[in-house]
């Protein structure tokens, strides 16, 4: 043991999570229609597998791209030597572009500002590196993705202080939650170097509003501290409101080529948009040149296949395609949402309501035992083991009310999604028969013990009368 580094033996990485535990259990036992129809079906990926069709028939349209080819000529050798950490300048004038496009053409980006990372992953681990040294904290409004506490924390000693959101007001940042975020910090002698959120929201497959914005604005303005946008789901708003990106807030408030443009920076990917999480195409955008400088040298630690950039840039730069391909996948997207949000209400269930992402924030606290943490552990294992469906409990994401699940559902068929319904119908249903039974059962009991006393205090006043006599 003593060979080995702290990194290397500790506990830290967070992979006992619930959240990944799940999928361990999955894999053991996947669900296959034909060959295993009754393993456990997952519903705990955020994967978008609902426009392949698109991407493949672009490919099929596109052989050039597919077969490292320009203008008929082979370039395979010119990619497979091409190393340099900057990016192909194609790719990357491409990727802004099709950015640009998801958020309306209302903001542009420049290429020079932005850096390729082997998917949001490294993104986000990059830029703690950049603006945290070990023992600072980030802020983050919970809940929040389960992996953030690796990317963010195992390997660069940065520490996670909750902005604790909650249900009664849609789980939205408030200021006042805010200020006990970076107080409760101060206590634990910890610098905020800034704070990090999701938008479009995952889990809550929700976007933010423009007073959340402007309100993240003005906390980094007055503590002067840095702001992360991760933004990886901005192309998967399906339905109003608008996905508001944070350059636009800030272009509209005037702030450009301020101290305040600079403190914030924006995560993206291709991940959840393109559906594309194994290509691990990921991005930093930054108005601070040093933190692009600085990003940039890391990046060497996990760059994006010059194969990869050539097929992509060529794909992004047919603006015909990606027009259709935005337009179909949000249909899709808002088709499928509808169709979980249905079948969680037959059978009895009920979810926070989104408009993005390829999960739902579910509301089972009905079905805990108890308002606990613990009940909710209990409830997950029955739909685990039991039900057989691998969905995410609420504690895995920090959420500090226990009963809260998130259920992906753009990473598997339509029929597949009918039988996890079904499955889960059925749950809850011989749940509500059995609490019934369990009911009556008492009621039961309860009649018997009262027509029992009766029958005692009866009898002792009856004999009492006798005595008396």
Request: proline share 3%.
């Amino acid at each position: 043991m003593g060979l080995l580094s702290r990194k290397a033996t500790c506990n830290s990485h967070g992979q006992d999570s619930s959240y990944f535990l799940g999928w361990q259990e999955y894999e053991k036992n996947p669900y296959d229609e034909v060959k295993n129809p009754r393993g456990i079906i997952q519903m705990g990926l955020a994967e978008n597998q609902l426009s392949f069709d698109l991407l493949e028939s672009w490919l099929a349209k596109n052989p050039d791209a597919a077969g490292f080819k320009r203008d008929g000529q082979s370039i395979f050798k010119e990619l497979a030597l091409f190393q340099d950490y900057h990016g192909l300048p194609a790719f990357k004038k491409a990727l802004v572009d099709f950015m640009a496009e998801i958020r309306g053409n209302k903001v542009t980006f420049d290429p020079n500002r932005i850096v390729l990372t082997a998917g949001a992953t490294s993104a986000n681990e990059t830029l703690m590196f950049c603006l945290a040294e070990q023992g600072d904290a980030f802020l983050l409004p919970t809940p929040y993705y389960p992996g953030f506490d690796r990317d963010l924390k195992w390997r660069t000693g940065v520490e996670i202080v909750p902005i604790e959101c909650s249900s009664s007001n849609r789980f939205q940042i408030t200021a006042s939650a805010l200020e006990e975020a970076y107080e409760q910090a101060q206590r634990k002698n910890l610098r905020v170097k800034g704070v990090l959120v999701t938008n479009p929201s995952n889990p809550l497959g929700t976007t933010m509003t423009r007073d959340e914005l402007d309100l993240l604005v003005n906390f980094i303005t007055d503590k002067e501290i840095h702001l992360i946008s991760d933004e990886i789901y901005s192309g998967t708003v399906f339905s109003s409101p608008v996905f508001v990106s944070i350059v636009e807030v800030l272009k509209d408030r005037n702030l450009e080529n301020t101290q305040v443009w600079e403190r914030v920076h924006i995560v993206y990917s291709l991940s959840k948009d393109l559906g594309l999480p194994g290509f691990r195409v990921g991005a930093i955008y930054s108005n601070d040149p040093i933190v692009v400088a600085a990003a940039t040298k890391m990046s060497s630690f996990g760059l994006v296949s010059s194969q990869t950039q050539y097929l992509l840039s060529a794909m992004l730069s047919d603006k015909k395609f990606t027009k259709e391909y935005i337009a179909k996948n949000h249909k899709r997207l808002r088709k499928r949402q509808s169709k979980l949000v249905a079948g969680l209400e037959k059978a009895g269930i009920g979810c926070l309501e989104s408009n993005a992402g390829l999960f739902c924030w579910v509301d089972m606290r009905h079905l805990l035992s108890s308002d606990t943490f613990e009940a909710e552990m209990e409830l997950w294992k029955r739909i685990v083991y039991d039900v057989k469906l691998n969905i995410s409990p609420g504690s895995s994401c920090h959420c500090s009310e226990p009963g809260w699940f998130r259920v992906c559902f753009a990473n598997m068929s339509e029929d597949t999604l009918t039988l996890a319904m079904q499955r889960l119908k059925s749950f809850v249903g011989s749940t509500a028969s059995n609490d019934r039974s369990h009911q009556e059962m008492k009621n039961s009991r309860r009649k018997f013990r009262t027509k029992w006393v009766f029958r005692l205090s009866f009898q002792s006043f009856h004999d009492r009368e006798q005595d008396e006599r």
